[in-house]
């Protein structure tokens, strides 16, 4: 079934990241998401945005709202053409980074969700999907 | 929505102690500014203690919350006790399932709680306690 709504956001500064956080709080809201899930969901599209940016070098935030049998769903795409990452399994440990963070944004982002599908080859960059339904 | 642009956060001097309030929705060189600043501020005025506000925050992701944990790791090397007050309860929830639960930062429901707490007096009992909204 095609999305109700779907728009792509540009994830290039700092600047995108808040931005991304402010719409994606805009639609949790305008579906009717309860406070806590708004904020499980802002938090996750916050470290997911981050990564594409840090990263990826920069990428995109996809944002559909789908609707299946009464139920609508908030699905959010990052995708970034940055160098992938060789061991999946290792990044969504906590405390696993090869950069500067915590290690916490993708395991953590997981868990604040209900749906989380990560693809990501060497080379061949990233896209992690998530969803959550009101 | 970008009003935050080239904003600063606001150090306010109390007495010994630095309250600072973040109201804004930080994007991550903010965060870091705010970092060196409050640093500054700490050493130029000899501040004992550092309240940070953060009942305006609506999110605490890992960046921000490593922000806080490394700003008290910092002021209490500067001799400076920090407590972070106000968490707005969703954040609380979705910052422990993220995995952050704030190393080595005391924490105070609100902003003269906190203050309350680095002078020297414990927090009167709150009557609100009981009526904090439950987790979902």
């Known amino acids: ?134 | 929505m970008s009003r935050e642009i080239n904003e600063r956060i606001p150090v306010l001097k109390l007495g010994d102690i630095l309250l600072v309030t973040i109201q804004v929705d930080m994007h991550d060189q903010l965060a870091l500014t705010l970092q060196n600043e409050l640093t500054e501020k700490i050493v130029e005025t000899q501040a004992h203690g550092v309240v940070i506000d953060i009942s305006g925050l609506e999110v605490v992701d890992s960046f921000i919350g490593r922000m806080l944990s490394n700003l008290a790791s910092m002021a209490r090397v500067l001799d400076a006790e920090t407590v972070v007050c106000g968490m707005q309860p969703a954040v609380a929830i979705t910052l422990v399932e993220l995995g952050l639960s704030l190393p080595g930062i005391r924490t105070a429901l609100n902003a003269e709680q906190g203050i309350a707490l680095l002078q020297g007096h414990p927090a009167a009992p709150v009557e609100a306690r009981g009526h904090a909204p439950a987790a979902p």
């Open chain 1, 1 to 134: 079934m095609p999305p109700l709504h779907r728009e792509t956001l540009a994830i290039v500064t700092e600047q995108d990241v808040v931005r991304t956080r402010h719409r994606v709080r805009q639609e949790a809201v305008r579906l009717g998401f309860k406070l806590v899930d708004q904020t499980k969901l802002v938090t996750a599209a916050s470290e997911l945005a981050r990564n594409a940016l840090v990263y990826g070098g920069g990428g995109t935030m996809t944002l559909e709202t789908h609707a299946d049998g009464g139920r609508t769903t908030l699905q959010l795409t990052f995708e970034d053409d940055g160098p992938g990452i060789a061991d999946v399994e290792a990044a969504l440990e906590d405390g696993y980074t090869t950069g500067a963070g915590l290690g916490l944004g993708l395991g953590g982002s997981r868990r604040l969700v209900s749906e989380f599908e990560l693809v990501s080859h060497p080379g061949g960059g990233t896209r992690v999907r998530i969803a959550r339904s009101v």
